[in-house]
Structure formats: structure tokens, C-alpha cells
């Protein structure tokens, strides 16, 4: 059997890479936590159903974590040496800095408009330029681990992806408070 130390891709038996087929991934998912679940260890005694929930534990923190995009990307680069430290490294190239300056300003300004249809209309436009800027994002990170196998420089890209995503829910925030 796997060790409970082995990577989330191991537990899993995928690659090691962002790409991945995420129909596998919860076929995977589903079979681990059948032969784990502690139910199935009821009538073999307390030491084998808390070894059985301590699978089920570990089998859903890696499941959690390869299924989100996000959560993936950082765990990748940190098991090849590249830690994301998002609270500790906070530096973004300039333009990335410029552009959440812009997508703060227009959210700010879509604060002010008085007009529901108006200011429904704004934010939507500026959560499609923010999806599409989520997407492209997304794409280099993957093209920087799976293509150039360059995890130093997808760390850049995770930090830029965090932020992005924050304020995606700010504006999506913004959107369900509209009448």
C-alpha cells in the first residue's frame, strides 16, 4: 500500500503535472475512499477504523487539493523546490500591479454608479476581463510547469492567479449584492 507521506499525484496514481483529466481524478477519488472509508473497518477494531479515518483524511485533503486549479499549481511548484510564500513575497511585476490598480479603480467606480442595470452591466463587463485574464493565467502557469518544467517562474504566476482570484469574488461579491 501507498505511505501516507506519498504526493497527492502518487496517492492518486497521476502524473506528476498540472495538466490532468479530472473525470480520472474523481474516479480515483471514489475508489480510494471506498477501500478506505472507516465503515468498512467496523468489526476489525478501534485502531484499524482510526488508521481507516486517518486514509479518508489524507485521500480528501489531496483530493481538495488536485481538484482546484489553484490549490494544484502551488503544490506542484512546492514539490519541486519552489515554495509560492504568498504571505511573505508579495512582489508582482509592474504591469500586474497597473492592471489590479485599473481593476480596482473600475470596481470602485462601478460602486458609485446609481443606475442597478448600468452598474450590473459594468461589473459583469469587468468580471469577463478579469475571467479572461484568469484564463491566461492559468495557461502560462500550466505551460511553465508541464512544458518548461520551470517552477521558479510558475510561482510568479500562482502569486498573480491568488490575486486575480481574490478579486474575482470581490466583483462576483459586487454582482449578487445588485437588485
Not at 485574464?133 to 505551460?143: D, F, G, R, V, Y
Amino acid at each position: 500500500m501507498i505511505s501516507l507521506q506519498a504526493s497527492d499525484f502518487e496517492l492518486f496514481g497521476l502524473p506528476t503535472a498540472f495538466a490532468l483529466d479530472r473525470s480520472q481524478l474523481d474516479l480515483q477519488w471514489k475508489s480510494l475512499q471506498r477501500k478506505a472509508h472507516p465503515d468498512r473497518f467496523a468489526s476489525e477494531g478501534a485502531a484499524a477504523q482510526r488508521i481507516a479515518m486517518q486514509w479518508s483524511v489524507r485521500i480528501n485533503e489531496a483530493y481538495s487539493r488536485l481538484k482546484d486549479p489553484l490549490k494544484r499549481a502551488a503544490y506542484l511548484c512546492e514539490l519541486h523546490g519552489a515554495a509560492v510564500n504568498a504571505e511573505n513575497n508579495t512582489s508582482m511585476p509592474p504591469a500586474f500591479l497597473i492592471q489590479q490598480m485599473e481593476w480596482r479603480e473600475a470596481l470602485d467606480d462601478c460602486k458609485d454608479i446609481k443606475d442597478s442595470d448600468t452598474k450590473m452591466a459594468s461589473l459583469e463587463k469587468l468580471l469577463e476581463e478579469v475571467d479572461a485574464s484568469h484564463s491566461l493565467a492559468l495557461a502560462q502557469a500550466a505551460h511553465l510547469m508541464d512544458t518548461d518544467h520551470n517552477f521558479a517562474a510558475a510561482v510568479g504566476q500562482v502569486r498573480a492567479l491568488m490575486f486575480i482570484e481574490k478579486f474575482a469574488h470581490e466583483v462576483q461579491h459586487g454582482l449578487d449584492a445588485c437588485p
